[in-house]
């Protein structure tokens, strides 16, 4: 197992029994801060969609950095929510954007539920110009984070030819943007391969995954790093999808469409991995911490 990404993914370290502990503890412990349901128009130009999300914040005044948060295609889950609460614990505004919600859709994993890609994307811009007319936001450290479906968007936001064509259907991001992304486990790495992120990125997927391949989202990085993009990947050892999502049993979800099965349709391995659920709110911890200024 090596050390942090230079030029070849990295194959994280477990993290000691006891600094996990200290992690889920500080999970657990949430402060007095506010959390509310909230409405905001997203992006589309000429029909916007009113989107509903939802918000934790510090206690206090701020400014505070924040975070865009994009849910896979099982929608907002507990997960999310989950790493809302431990955003908001580390000096954090954290928005969750509910696409689905507005949608009417209740699980986009099954085929036949697809919405347009500029969809989310829009959604997302409506969130970030959202955050940026709250006084207790640092219009200048809003970042992204998004899981599976959510993730290629946390990478579209922060990705120059996505930014471009975006700006040719009339959405343009408010100034400056989303100042870094994470992407955990994301869909579409294949699409971005000759593309170019714009700001720090930061991907984390587990090696035996079988739902969005590590092999495309290895290339992807490689690619871009080769072009002088700020983009690193940290494949986690037999760790699959979910591998954040506590309490999921390691099983195959037969009814999930997946493109990398065209014969059946279906089918993705899905599982909880402890260690590599710490291993990634550490590095989270220190990737947003350096590029958007959270304690």
Known sequence: MSEFYTHRPVYARSMPRHAWAVLTASVLLAGCASKSLVFFPNATPGAPVTVAAYETRPPGTGPFPALVLLHGCHGVSASNRQWARWFRDHGYVALIVDSWGARGI?????????I???????????????????????????GAIGWSNGGVFAMAVVNGPSLERARRRGVELPPPGFAASVAMYPGGC??????????????????????TLPSECVRMVEAMRSRGADATIVLYAGAVHYFDVEGQRRVVLPEVENRNKPNSCCGATVGFDAAANADAHRRIEEFFGRHLGGR
């Not at 294949?190 to 739902?211: C, F, H, K, M, T």
């Open 116 to 142: 347009p890609n500029t969809e989310r994307f829009n959604d997302a811009v409506g969130a970030l110009r959202w955050l940026h007319s709250r006084p207790y936001v640092d219009r200048g450290h809003v």
């Open 106 to 114: 209740k699980d986009g994993c099954v085929p036949g539920d697809d």
């Open 190 to 211: 294949y699409s971005l391969v000759n593309e170019q992120v714009v700001r720090p990125l930061l991907v984390l997927i587990g090696d035996a995954d079988d739902w």
